[in-house]
């Protein structure tokens, strides 16, 4: 490496020396610009420069127009080759617009909510897309793909089941724990098991997995189709003559509307029997009591009720990560957005769809 | 640094992958100011061996000297002063699909100097206009682009940081003739415009002929043969003979 690039201004003439290269000449960008340069002419002189590179040469040159802008003029000392740099770097040619244009906060606003709008609509175009397709495909089951709706049963199924028997559980133990501190204060502990039915089988077991499901298997969906779509696979299965429909998106959503059901009994199970262990722990009822605590007609209804909604919840978490992974297009970047806004999306739908139902419940009396 | 010199310097390169040895006591020069060609079979080594020079492999044994200094075992902050001297065109492009083309070339400008941003910004558009681009492209993003273009814009972000080396995986593959041909003359154009010294990996015959000083033949974990592409394509050596013998066919065919 050669000497650092320096630049000294004495009256009329301005001398260059050193090497002008990146990464070195950028130090000198703010004390050029901070030059008080002379009126009239300056002599540059640029036969003790060792090197110089584009960078280089481009600061020379905005240094020369500013002096010309000033009505001054300049006169180059520079070896034949700098002299070509020179010219080079004069050549800048401005596209109209560089950037986008920031926009305000109020227009930020308008943009973004007439975006989430327009996801929404896009999101029911989707869905009536695919009842269409699937009811096309009713009257021809022969296009039915077992294996891959096996497979995909597996990884978004049988695969969650430790999770959802762990996490359930868990939550069903730390609500039987604070249901039988608030029921203490009355002597109504030999309420819990009621309570937890509602809690459990109802509310919390469906929603549960719902959640961990859109967080596992929406992301999965949204990120294997979007890692497709770039990699140009779902066009060379179009034109295999293979149904993307087919071949991806309906075992994908076959699968989880059959397995979240499952999965929902067994969070509500497993929650339940948390709940249990606390009532022997804390009540010191065994589980037989517990048992026999359960008001049979109405741990059914809640069972049911609750178990209607998984079915739902499936769909939409399957239609939403499928969704967002047809709809990447800008490289890898892109499929991390799109996984991001299909988990988003995923549990913010069934949150929303659950307080629905829980509405549509209340007003039926149910 | 004087014509001649060698900028790159390879001696007794060993690279293993488990028992199979890719390098075997290689040994390298590419001379100041040249443009050196690096065919071989598939298989022969000549990715791995980029790889190497980047720096981005260390090897199992030999030494690899650039501008006279040590790449092997050298320090982080020693690779990245280095690294700044070369400039590197990677087969498919590589450019950052989440950024647009301006913000794609500037990155190493912001990353490593503190040049202001408007000047970094007259410096990609300066790399663009070299690299035969319309200024409007600068604000479009990668998968907007067509292949030709790709190969453009990266050959823009490798000269960004002006480089003194340059070096070139297949810079011309998937580009039609047209585009591949006008693409070598640009590569020659810019070497002799900036003083590069250019190292190219290529399967193309044509740009082997139009572009190169000097071509080596790796085979065998060796340069089984190196020289100006007239004297290569009459080799004696059976492996090269048949290998330019095998590209000539095919390019007939075509």
């Known amino acids: 490496m050669g000497a650092p690039a320096t630049v000294q201004l004495e009256g009329q003439s301005l001398t260059c020396a050193g090497e002008w290269r990146l990464p070195g000449v950028a130090a000198l960008e703010a004390r050029l610009e901070q030059l008080s340069l002379p009126r009239g002419r300056l002599e540059i002189s640029g036969e003790a420069l060792e090197g110089l590179d584009v960078a280089g040469a481009r600061l020379l040159h905005r240094l020369v127009s500013r002096v010309e802008a000033a009505g001054g003029e300049v006169n180059l000392h520079l070896c034949e080759e700098h002299r ?159 149904s993307p429909f087919d071949m991806l998106i309906l075992p994908k959503l076959l699968a989880l509307i059959f397995a979240l059901p499952l999965l929902t009994v067994l969070a509500g199970l497993s929650g339940m029997l948390g709940g249990a262990l606390v009532n022997w722990a804390v009540h010191e009822q065994g589980v037989t ?58 549990i913010f739908a069934v949150i929303v769809i659950n307080a629905v139902f829980s509405i549509i419940y209340n007003l039926q009396g149910l | 640094m004087a014509a001649g010199e060698s900028v790159i310097r390879v001696r007794g390169l060993v690279n293993r992958f488990g028992q199979h040895r890719v390098h075997d006591g290689l040994d390298l020069d590419v001379f100041s100011g040249e443009i050196l060609g690096l065919v071989g079979g598939s298989g022969a080594g000549k990715t791995v061996l980029l790889r190497t020079l980047l720096a981005l492999r260390q090897p199992q044994a030999g030494s690899i000297r650039f501008f006279g200094e040590e790449l092997v075992g050298a320090s982080e902050a020693r690779l990245r002063a280095l690294r700044q001297r070369i400039g590197m065109l990677f087969q498919g492009g590589a450019l950052f699909g989440g950024l647009n ?55 823009a972000r490798a000269l960004i940081m002006d480089p003194e080396v340059l070096i070139l995986d297949e810079p011309t593959a998937g580009l039609d003739p047209v585009n ?11 070497s002799r415009l900036l003083g590069l010294t250019v190292l190219m990996v290529t399967h193309d015959l044509d740009a082997l002929w139009q572009s190169t000083d000097r071509v080596v033949y790796l085979g065998q974990g060796r340069v089984l043969e190196q020289g100006p592409i007239d004297t290569l394509s009459q080799s004696q050596i059976p492996a090269v003979s048949r290998y330019f013998a095998d590209r000539r066919s095919r390019e007939r065919m075509n």
Not at chain 1, 157 to 169: Q, T, Y
Not at chain 1, 305 to 317: C, M, R, S, T, W
Request: hydrophobic share 50%; glycine share 8%; proline share 4%.
């Open chain 2, 180 to 190: 591949a041909a006008a693409f070598d003359a640009l590569i020659v154009e810019l």
């Open chain 1, 289 to 346: 009591a517990f048992l026999q605590r359960l008001p049979e007609g109405m741990s059914y209804r809640h069972f049911w009720l609750g178990l209607v909604k998984a079915p739902v919840f499936a769909a939409v978490i399957a239609l939403i990560g499928c969704r967002q992974g047809l709809r990447v297009k800008r490289g890898a970047g892109g499929v991390g957005q799109a996984t991001t806004r299909a988990v988003v999306q995923a």
């Open chain 1, 84 to 242: 070509r740099l020179l010219e080079l770097a004069a050549r800048v040619r401005r596209p109209e617009r560089l950037h986008e244009p920031r926009e305000s906060f109020l227009s930020e606003v308008g943009r973004v909510s007439w975006e989430h709008w327009w996801e929404f609509r896009g999101f029911l175009g989707f869905l009536g897309e695919v009842v269409a397709e699937f009811a096309r495909r009713l009257l021809r089951p022969s296009t039915a793909r077992p294996r891959r709706f096996l497979n995909e049963l597996e990884q978004g199924g049988v695969r969650a089941v430790p999770i959802v028997a762990v996490l359930s559980f868990l939550v069903g133990l730390v609500i039987a724990y604070q249901l039988s501190t608030a029921l203490d204060t009355y002597g109504a502990t030999v309420f819990l098991p009621e309570l937890l039915t509602t809690t459990m089988l109802r509310e919390l077991g469906p929603l549960i997995v719902a959640i961990l499901v859109a967080g596992r298997t929406a992301s999965s969906y949204a990120a294997e189709l979007g890692t497709m779509k770039i990699n140009e696979e779902i066009d060379a299965l179009r034109t295999l003559g293979i």
């Open chain 2, 101 to 155: 083309v301006i913000d794609n070339l500037t990155l190493p400008l912001r990353e490593h100097t503190d040049l202001s941003s408007a000047v970094a910004e007259e410096l990609a558009l300066i790399k663009l206009e070299m690299a035969g681009l319309e200024p409007e492209v600068a604000c479009l993003y990668p998968n907007e682009l067509s292949g030709g273009m790709i190969k453009r814009v990266a050959l």
